[in-house]
């Protein structure tokens, strides 16, 4: 950590104030010899301790400072991971519990948010106007999803929590950038493609456009793959770029 960087420098510092201190002694007194009376060396003491004492108990209060400052520190990480890991249990619990349901059959989880992409690009592809702009296009398909909220049950609680998630990481002020990019690329590996496909479009849904500017800021497009027609499609109609570049890859 850089700000640990600041103890060597610290003693240096120390370290230099001894020197400069017996230097300055030594530069007025040195025609004379090296005493043997006590009274001098007495002398001599107080000499050095009032000219080092209060600089090094300056020292002394920032290295306590410092100590505090990381101990709070890792105490506030703990408790930051504890909240963390917590919240991508409960990720993994909402995308177990998405669910639809068709003549067909019923399916949950992973291969819901599959077909949950399947009904936006039917969407996109067939009910959108095409003089429409290509916001207005993406975001009246995903919100008609939404406008049926039976039909996917559970994937707001999802999408919310997964929101959560990065808000957690981008408001910990204690947080360098460094560590909050470190902590963002470990949730961001436990979404699968499909997952980070979805997110994609439900960023671009008037409920989750709160989740764009995380989207954009901790690249979480990366992986994101959806069917080849349909991608050249929303590229077509410019809908990727409603995306900062930096969403598909890090910066």
Known sequence: MKRMSIIPLIFLVSGLLVFIAIYFYWLHFREFPISNSPENWGQFGDYVGGVLNPGLSFISIILVCLTLYTTSRQSMIQSFESILFELLRYHKNHLDNISVSYEEGSFS????????ITEVKFNFLNL?????????????????????????????????????????????????????VKYAKLVRAQLSSIESSALMLNGLSTRGSKSKKYIQKYSLLQEFTIEKSFRDKLEASGVFKIYLPEAFGDQ
Request: aromatic share 16%.
């Open 109 to 116: 989880g992973v291969e819901a948010l599959g077909w949950y």
């Open 128 to 180: 959108s106007d095409d003089e429409l702009s290509a916001q207005t296009r993406i975001t009246s398909s995903i919100d008609e999803i939404y406008a049926e909220d039976v039909f996917f049950s559970n994937t707001g609680h999802y999408f919310r929590n997964l929101y959560h998630i990065f808000k957690h990481i981008d408001e910990s002020r204690f947080l360098s950038k460094k560590e909050k």
